[in-house]
């Protein structure tokens, strides 16, 4: 922690020595101003109070949606006030049917089918950067931090308030934004970036001051300015959230289950180190209030990415973003920085019952924030404890996660220069320095630029990494999916470190006009390697992407818009070996009734192409043959109290032997204005020719064996989200879970390179293999109850109920896949019960 304080200190004083800070005013932009207030302003929704008669109005809002440039339905007025401590915001939306505006609860950070005034302040006024408070009629808030000019981060949770009103002439909303909130630096005189949306739901009709315009890239850097914003004090303020949690959980004890009572403490903390650096730190935290993930049967070589839940490492995430093998084509959630690496699963498991499921982090600190020369900041470090199993076998060692991450803006943030650097540090010990690396780093820098009006962009990085560790560790990095060292005789067993390189350039355009378009190239050499604390699934790999897309964002008789993109790319290993090339096109269409048509359809493996990861698995690249892939959505209009969703994509590939189907179908229902539901069937068919099924060593030969898989796959998910009041909520989630497969047809690799499916493989000869070769049969369930009760502002309580059930057979069984739905629920449960309750003090 001193050494981030410290941290602080020196990129504070750096920065101040580098100007004034902020951007320059740009010429035609939309301006307002706020007014200081004598007294506090009471937050009730109406505009009685003395600064409303005396603020200036903003009126000159404009239709963005469907129609760019509009005139709007209906008029709409906006007033700014402030004093030392809040910003304020009235807003009036005026309508002639305030009968017609649905007042709909939901839970907060839920978007519903309402109206909606949402107020964007760029406090740093740098045209990056953001914040964003909404507010429906029912007065259910949402709030969100922008980064990068047009991403959104939805898990970033500030402490506000907000009162709305439906009278005779609309409806109103009335904000309070303290402004320890806010990012900025405090000067004589403050400009902000500012804007107003309303949203029309009953219309699907979306206005705003000033004009946001589809047509050009970026959110942020189309904000207009608040000006007359004078005499700010310094936002810094230190908030506390101490935690208290009693958790209950039962646990395996011999033959039978017993249950495991504990109660725990600690706290959140958030301090403005100094105006424009905040310091997030938590202690001893605990994160059972967040929904489990879902379940999956991965039978690929490659690891399944999950989303981070956690709150402590989703906000501010955007910040600490840097993508790997990332393009408009194919986008992956590969990146330098995995948030969830850090409190894992652990990565050693003995199978002895009541091991853990997951690391302890003792705690965890982040710096983050926006310096006067245009530098954003980020900093990151976390400490998680040694996991063993019952037995005292380590598990997980302890271990220390840093990440730093720094951008520097030039012409108003229309082009930037970025590094970042990761380190991982183990304590490793006799179980573990075997299996795991002892030090991970990444360094990596990266550029963007927009030219032209900015309407186009090129942008790279360039990436370094390097892992050290003992002999055998280092060898089962390299025998790892990611690189498959031995497929191509370049494995080292005395190696005691690996080193590898990324490389990315794109160029596109990215507003203007109609059209849109990316060309990229992307590289990553065999020796590569981010797991630690980042996300990779391919080392070795080089890939040439283009996009093209047209869009149309005016109504016409047939829809409200209309997308179309073709897209082409081409993939190599390092070396050169070609392992994809494919086309792709896709169109999606909003109708006049508000439904959505999605559709598209890829052709693959056009010309010769190899499979190098995932057939032999470390083995020959073996060839493959071309594929058809068609897929279809439809979304119904999100308006009415019913909403069906219908998904599908259909997969064909090797010569018509392999086949698969996904489809999904989801309903969602408003049973109440406070009560929503929903419901989503998920199956899949999936007929596999050349099922990856072993690798199996005789007599000093290798034999790659492969199998014939027909497999099945129904989930379940259930949903219902009860808002009692703006503040109390009750949330269910409940996912059963069923996938099974038979293998038959065992082959094994002959001839990879033949031009027939047939010559590539031949009958497998060992009987003890092939007379017998199984299946699978994997279930689980998982349920979610969850009362959230914000009893004050800033301060919860949880009131949680979790539920897991889970089993895995080596046959698929005779059970239809209704039979084992039901056996489900003859399994024992692992029933987690937790109250957890935070306290938010503000100095």
């Known amino acids: 922690m001193p050494a981030v304080v410290l941290l602080a200190i020196v990129l504070q004083s750096t920065a101040s020595s580098s100007g ?53 339905r209906y008029a709409t007025e906006a007033k700014v006030a402030y004093d030392d401590r809040n910003l304020y915001v009235f807003i009036r939306a005026f309508d002639p049917h305030p009968d017609s505006i649905l007042k709909l609860l939901a839970r907060r950070d839920v978007r519903a089918a309402t109206d909606q005034l949402k107020i964007m302040i760029d406090s740093y006024h740098d045209r990056r950067s953001g914040f964003e408070f909404a507010v429906n009629p029912a007065g259910v808030k949402r709030d969100y931090a922008m980064y990068n000019d047009a991403q959104e981060d939805d898990a970033w949770d500030a402490v506000w308030d907000a009162a709305t009103l439906v009278d005779s002439l609309g409806w109103t909303a009335e904000f309070r934004i303290p402004l320890s909130q806010l990012r900025y630096v405090p000067r004589a005189t403050n400009t902000f970036g500012f804007a107003v949306w309303r949203d029309i739901q009953r219309y699907s009709e979306r206005v705003s001051w000033p004009l946001y315009r589809n047509s050009q890239a970026g959110i942020s850097s189309q904000l207009g300015e608040l000006t007359g914003l004078d005499g700010l004090p310094s936002p810094r303020r230190p908030e506390v959230a101490p935690y208290v949690v009693t958790k209950n959980v039962s646990v395996a004890s011999g033959g039978a289950f017993d249950r495991s009572q504990k109660v725990t403490g600690g706290a959140d903390l958030k301090y403005g180190l100094t105006p424009s650096l905040t310091l997030d730190a938590t202690v001893n935290p605990d994160f059972g209030q967040v929904e489990a993930d879902p379940a999956v049967l991965n039978l690929t070589a490659f690891e399944t990415f999950f989303q981070e839940r956690r709150p402590f490492f989703v906000q501010g995430a955007g910040i600490f973003r840097f993508n790997v093998n990332c393009s408009q084509v194919n986008c992956n959630g590969e990146g330098l920085f995995y948030s969830r690496r850090i409190g894992r699963a652990p990565q050693l498991d003995y199978g002895e019952p009541g091991s853990p499921t997951a690391t302890t ?89 927009r030219f032209l009006r900015g309407h186009y962009q090129i942008s790279g990085s360039l990436d370094l990494s390097r892992v050290a560790g003992t002999e055998q560790a280092i060898a089962r990095t390299q025998r790892d999916p990611v690189h498959f060292y031995q497929r191509t005789g370049s ?46 699934l391919q080392a070795d790999q080089q890939s040439w992407n283009t996009w093209f897309g047209l869009q149309a964002l005016h109504p016409s ?15 190599w290993t390092a070396a050169g070996t070609p392992v994809e090339r494919a086309a792709n096109t896709n169109g999606h269409v909003m109708l006049k009734n508000r439904w959505w048509v999605h559709g598209g359809v890829t052709v693959g493996q056009l010309g010769t192409t190899f499979c190098d990861r995932n057939c032999s698995r470390g083995g020959p690249a073996v060839r493959v043959d071309p594929y058809v892939a068609p897929w279809l959505e439809v979304d119904g209009d999100g308006r009415p109290a019913f909403v069906p969703y ?8 090797d010569g018509g032997r392999s086949e698969r189907f996904n489809g999904n179908v989801q309903a969602t229902y408003r049973i109440a204005s406070q009560v929503n539901t929903s ?44 808002t009692l009041s703006t503040t109390l909520t009750l949330q269910l989630y409940a996912q059963p879970f069923v996938s099974k497969g038979t293998y038959s047809d065992i082959r094994e690799l002959d001839h990879p390179n033949a031009t027939a499916l047939d010559q590539r493989y031949k009958i497998y000869g060992d009987t003890s293999v092939t007379n017998h070769p199984g299946g699978f049969n994997s279930k689980a369930f998982n349920s979610t109850a969850v009362v959230r009760w914000e009893y004050r502002p800033g301060s919860t309580l949880f009131v949680v109920w979790t539920q897991g059930r889970g089993d895995d057979a080596s046959a698929m069984g005779p059970r239809s896949l209704t039979g084992d739905f039901q056996d489900l629920f003859g399994l024992h449960p692992k029933n987690t019960f937790l109250v957890k309750a935070s306290y938010w003090i503000n100095w």
């Open 557 to 571: 008789s047939i829809y409200q818009q209309a997308f179309w993109n073709f897209n082409w790319w081409q993939y």
């Open 679 to 722: 419901v989503i069937v998920s199956a899949t068919h999936n007929v596999n020719h050349i099922q990856w099924f072993g690798t199996f060593t005789k007599n000093d030969t290798t034999h790659y064996t492969f199998a014939h898989l027909a497999q099945k796959t129904v989930s379940l998910t259930g949903r219902v989200d009860y």
């Open 361 to 449: 982090i003792y705690g965890a600190a982040k710096l983050t924030g926006r310096l006067p020369g245009g530098q954003t900041v980020g900093v990151l470090d976390a400490v998680t404890q040694s996991a063993a199993s019952p037995l005292g076998e380590t598990m997980e060692p302890t271990t220390n996660y840093a990440a730093v991450r720094t951008q520097q803006d030039f012409r108003n943030g229309e082009s930037g220069v970025g590094a970042m650097v990761t380190a991982v540090n183990r304590n490793l010990d006799r179980w573990t320095d075997t299996v795991l690396r002892r030090s991970a780093y990444v360094g990596a820098v990266d550029f963007r630029h």
């Open 646 to 653: 219908i998904w599908f994509n259909y997969w064909r590939g």
């Open 491 to 536: 494995f080292d067993s005395t190696r005691t470190s690996l080193s590898g390189n990324a490389e990315e350039l794109l160029f596109g355009k990215v507003g203007g006009g109609i059209t849109r378009f990316e060309t990229s190239y992307l590289r990553r050499s065999q020796g590569f390697e981010a797991n630690d604390l980042g996300f990779l």
């Open 20 to 72: 004034a800070g902020g951007a320059d005013p740009l010429p035609g932009a939309k301006r307002a101003s706020a007014v200081r207030a004598t007294s506090p302003v009471v937050i009730d929704g109406r505009d009685d109070d003395a600064v409303w008669r005396v603020a200036p109005a903003i009126t000159q809002f404009r239709e963005f949606q469907p129609k760019e440039d509009g005139d709007p």
